[in-house]
């Protein structure tokens, strides 16, 4: 992307350098020089990259692929590394304000805290319009209007956020789990699922939550649950049989699972159906 070169400004608003942080720019980054290695910011910087590839790394995610449109949020306090791919192409466009203005977004609901998500191609067309005259505005803005173009980059870093997903690598993560569970129709546990993938059990509760809502125990009961409905359907199995081929104890714990998760009893779903 031949018209977007390095070009920053480096903004404060009253005296305190970390409260009243406000940038953005494009940054250029050609080389592993531009790589940041267990760094923790005290304000928010949040990145949309625009060429290039790399990877990035904290405690609860060990290695994201970072591609064109992934968004990475670098939290303030966690200590993180951004890993760029030096080819000579990596180009990004960043916003840093205060931890501050950062964490009321984010109680308000208008931000995440999922370090890296992604923007689709017709999302960045949306944003990089709006980043050019931020910057723009913010190199001769003093005063008053300095203090608009604040809140104008807290409203950009909103509608990133609204117009971003989980990451592609978080996706595939997601995916692999799942069919994990169908396989072993939810008779097996997360750490068990977190071990085939090499992952941490931590890492892949927090994540699989955040994208269905529901934890990885709830999702495995409504797969086993799925599964004893077609037999309660298709066989005249007694319900302690059924409740043995389905992996369960006995037949006071299936029933009651049953019941707990769809309302009726198994026996009053075979009459219903």
Known sequence: MPEYKTRVSYRTLGPNKTAGNLSCGFLHKPDDGGSNRDITFAYYGG??????????????????????????????????????KPDGKWLE???????????????????????????EEDALEEILPAARNLLSAMQSAEGQALTRLYFEAQQLLCTITSR??????????????????????GRITGQEIAAQMNLG???????????TGISIGQYAIGIRVNRAKALLLRSNLPLEKL??????????SFCKQFKQHTGVSPSQFRRMN
Not at 93 to 119: K, W
Not at 172 to 184: K, P, S, T
Not at 243 to 252: I, V
Request: charged share 25%; aromatic share 10%.
């Open 47 to 84: 990145l949309i990259l625009l060429d290039g590839e790399g990877e990035y790394f904290d405690r609860s995610h060990p290695g994201v692929k970072l591609s064109r449109g992934s968004f990475v949020q670098r939290l303030p306090g966690v200590k993180h590394s951004t890993i760029v």
């Open 93 to 119: 466009f960043f916003i840093c304000v205060s931890a501050e203005s950062y964490h009321n977004l984010l109680t308000m609901g208008l931000m995440s805290d999922r370090p890296v998500m992604n923007c």
């Open 164 to 185: 971003c997903s989980r990451s592609r690598e978080e996706d595939d993560r997601i995916r692999l789990a799942c069919r994990l569970m169908e396989r072993y129709s």
């Open 201 to 211: 059990y931590e890492a892949l509760r927090k994540q699989f939550r955040a994208s």
């Open 243 to 252: 409740a043995l081929q389905l992996g369960y104890p006995d037949c006071f």
